[in-house]
């Protein structure tokens, strides 16, 4: 009994691990029914060649360079900022003079973490301050991640972040390491998707290419996982907290402060 509690708590922590890293095979093949599973994110080669194998809008695209995929060395504010087909969802002024990008994985219970623990306490203090602008892009990591994130994006702009927090709150209700899509319209509809809304969503393949840019594009700046954050520009990867948050944007807002002050 031991043995098998322990070989039962490992497992649920390397499925943990796998949600939150982005070195994992990834995404869904969106055209997998509810209640079918794939076991690889790439199929082989020999399927590769089939005509009516469905395009994976969140595979691992090869760069076609020797190397594997191209990262920016030190990408400047201008890379970081660039935007795809998709509008930049966001959270706070504009204007504020610190922006914080995060980029997140439905499926990752590090995400869930920081969303529960410091999260409010940065939006009530910095970004309803007009202090940061918050950024959140998608960069799902597995098969039941990718499936959830187009339901979210294809939600209405106005509970894109609402529908975040509930795919976060409810993980356990609806991860799994198959592709159900089932389990992920009980949470879309909470924010009042129809099920008609939810399934021609995966028929939007305009979304699904914009989405899929999101993530090559992280990768290409040098995010390996979630969550990873960009604040004002700086790479960070690990889970910030509020501590940690501070220590790097309370500097910046009280240069800018004493710069305001001499003008």
């Known amino acids: 009994m031991v043995r098998a509690r322990s ?4 497992f649920a922590a390397t499925l943990a691990l ?42 691992d695209i090869p760069d076609g360079t020797s190397g594997g995929r191209q990262v920016i060395e030190n990408p400047t504010n201008a890379d970081i900022m660039a935007t795809g087909t998709l509008p ?28 529960r623990d410091v999260f409010p306490e940065l939006k009530r203090t910095y970004i309803d301050t007009g202090k940061v602008r918050f950024i959140l892009r998608e960069f799902p990591i597995g098969l039941q991640s990718g499936t959830a994130t187009v339901a979210w994006r294809c939600a209405p702009a106005d509970k894109y972040f609402e529908l975040y ?3 976060l709150e409810q993980q356990t209700r609806w991860v799994s390491q ?13 924010v009042g998707m129809t099920r008609q809304q939810f399934d021609a969503c995966y028929e939007n393949q305009a979304m699904i290419d914009g989405l899929k840019w999101v993530k090559d ?21 690990e889970t910030l ?16 402060r004493s710069a305001a002050a001499q003008q």
């Open 88 to 115: 930049e969802m966001s959270l706070g002024s504009p204007d504020a003079p610190v922006t914080i990008i995060k980029y997140a994985s439905l499926t990752c219970p590090h995400c869930r973490v920081f969303h």
């Open 178 to 190: 198959e592709v159900r899509r089932d389990p992920i319209f009980e949470v879309a509809k909470q």
């Open 241 to 256: 907290t509020m501590s940690g948050i501070r220590e790097r944007i309370d500097p910046l807002l009280s240069g800018q």
């Open 217 to 237: 594009r992280g990768r290409q700046l040098g995010i390996i996982g979630t969550p990873n954050f960009f604040v004002a520009g700086k790479l960070v990867k």
């Open 18 to 59: 796998a949600a939150c890293s982005g070195n994992t095979s990834s995404l869904p093949n969106l055209a997998t029914s509810e209640g079918g599973s794939s076991s690889s994110a790439f199929p082989g080669a020999a399927e590769a060649k089939r005509a009516d194998t469905p395009f994976n809008p969140f595979g």
């Open 165 to 167: 927090g509930k795919f």
């Open 7 to 10: 070989a039962l708590l490992a």
